[in-house]
């Protein structure tokens, strides 16, 4: 059965939860980042964590913003089309989902950076961070990597991710992380 | 020179750059999708005010969340005033932290590992 983004949203329906799935724009990303402050005081959640969700999701929602793609046409008519879930998995406990289409080059791209950031220590995602905070080729649109390499130093956790075939050229791609 | 002043939004800080007191100040919240635009007048007054420095210049930071494009802009705000630390003015950066946000400490711990110039970290109370 060929993969429906539908149902892949609809599965985190169980625990407390912020979500949003559609349009991504510079408004929208502000909207979901307001909506997540809001539902974390809410909820009582400690400063700290707060902050670390917060700057995870700042840090995820902007990745979206600038590297989504347009999604099948069946399914989106918009140019930049992803999805958000922040699930609350224990008292000061989360996990981060994101979402989003790409083409068969960037699965590839993905993938490689992903792995080389997993397999690196705490210590050596920091050394990284600032090895490319000081470099001057660092491309400001996040072209050297440095949200994805901000998460994985802020979480302490490794990054997940899945690919669903959407076609033999388009995949669904899931971002998953835990923010403890 | 004339200062600058600008109010902070919910994803810009506070920005107060004073010549004649030689005041630098960023507070709040840098978060912007395009940070260079925020930060490029900042960049360029800075370079103006290499110039003309005072002998004793007061940088205070005060942030609480800032994503990853404005820390590559906080560095060349940083690098602008070591130049000027360089000239033999006394410029000392004060890096402010709320008490248990470790990762703010880090960051302020990264720049002063990347550059020559004086920083003081200061814990503040919650």
Not at chain 1, 112 to 123: A, C, E, G, K
Not at chain 1, 145 to 161: F, P, Q, S, V, W
Not at chain 2, 92 to 106: A, F, G, K, R, S
Request: a negative charge; hydrophobic letters at 35%.
């Amino acid at each position: 059965m060929s993969f429906s983004v539908e149902k892949w949203y609809n599965e985190y329906m169980n625990k407390p939860s912020v979500k949003y799935m559609g349009e991504i724009s510079d408004d929208k990303v502000s909207y979901i980042l307001d909506t997540v402050e809001g539902k974390l005081e809410e909820w009582e959640i400690k400063p700290k964590a707060i902050r670390k969700v917060y700057n995870v999701s700042v840090e995820a929602l902007q990745n979206l913003y600038h590297h989504a793609f347009k999604p099948p046409k069946e399914i989106d008519n918009c140019s930049k089309f992803a999805g958000y879930i922040l699930e609350q998995t224990g008292e000061n406990e989360f996990k981060l989902i994101t979402g989003n289409f790409i083409d068969l080059n960037q699965k590839r791209k993905l993938q490689n950076r992903f792995d080389q950031i997993n397999y690196l220590s705490t210590n050596e995602v920091r050394a990284l961070y600032k090895l490319i905070l000081n470099n001057s080729e660092f491309s400001f649109k996040g072209g050297g990597g440095l949200g994805m390499i901000d998460i994985a130093r802020k979480t302490k956790h490794k990054l997940g991710y899945k690919f669903y075939e959407y076609n033999e050229n388009i995949f669904f791609f899931e971002f998953n992380v835990v923010i403890s | 020179m004339n200062p600058i002043k600008i109010e902070g939004t919910r994803k810009t800080p506070d920005i107060y750059f004073d010549a004649e007191l030689g005041k630098i100040e960023i507070e709040g919240r840098s978060i912007p999708e395009n940070s260079i635009e925020f930060y490029k007048p900042l960049v360029d007054w800075l370079d103006d005010y290499a110039e003309v420095a005072n002998d004793k210049i007061e940088v205070n930071i005060k942030l609480e969340y800032f994503n990853t494009s404005s820390s590559k802009c906080i560095l060349d705000v940083f690098k602008k005033l070591e130049a000027i630390y360089k000239k033999n003015k006394d410029v000392v950066i004060n890096w402010h932290y709320e008490e248990d946000d470790e990762d703010m400490l880090e960051a302020g711990e990264d720049y002063q590992s990347i550059l020559k110039i004086p920083f003081k970290m200061i814990e503040m109370e919650e």
